[in-house]
């Protein structure tokens, strides 16, 4: 199965992240991520609760059973011990070695992240795709948008929780095309 590291900037958009995630329960690919990874996603959702109006607390005790949920859902999806990868590579920004430490470890090939200027491609193992979640999202539905609209509707299904409105997949499709780019992906599965 197609192995994917999840850099932190494309797991902390909830509905971008769900989404992503849903894909993997499907079997679409393998989602991997690293407890650094993690740590950036529980620091930016908290970040991203306060701005919302949540108190520190709160937002901390949210972020916190994200994570959680994530490791207990994923649970062969962290990968860690390529400390020794780190500083290494030449990446622009050492603050991102961590995440091609976690391909590299993690067998993976792609880093799916927003940040492709920190990954420059002739500091990348060959193996190793660097690709925006528009490219991976649309690449992945094109190989099977069965799967990917089973988990628009999976999505569907849980929605309406949390105080948040019921949504149908075809605002969902919508949403995930507008919020985040993925249109090409979503007109894809508007086809199905």
């Known amino acids: 199965m197609f192995t994917a590291v999840l850099d932190s900037c494309v797991l902390w958009p909830s509905l971008l992240r769900d989404f992503l995630l849903s894909l993997s329960i499907e079997g679409s690919y393998r989602a991997i991520w690293s407890s650094a990874i993690l740590a950036e996603v529980e620091r930016n959702e908290v970040r991203k609760l306060i701005r919302r109006g949540a108190s520190e607390a709160e937002a901390e005790g949210l972020a916190q059973r994200l994570i ?24 622009p920004d050492v603050d991102d070695e961590h995440v091609l430490a976690a391909a590299v470890i993690g067998g993976a090939g792609a880093i799916v992240t927003e940040n492709l200027r920190d990954f420059p491609p002739s500091l990348i ?68």
């Open 68 to 91: 959680r949920t994530m490791r207990s859902g994923f649970v062969d999806a962290e990968v860690d011990g390529g400390e020794h990868l780190e500083g290494n590579f030449g990446l």
């Open 125 to 192: 193992p060959h193996a190793i795709q660097i690709l925006t979640p528009r490219e991976f999202v649309f690449d992945t539905v094109e190989v099977d948008p069965v799967r990917a609209l089973k988990a628009v509707r999976q999505i569907a299904r849980r929605s309406g929780s949390n105080g948040r409105p019921k949504l149908t997949e075809i605002e969902l499709v919508d949403t995930l095309a507008q919020r985040y780019g993925l249109t090409d992906a979503m007109d894809l599965l508007r086809l199905v």
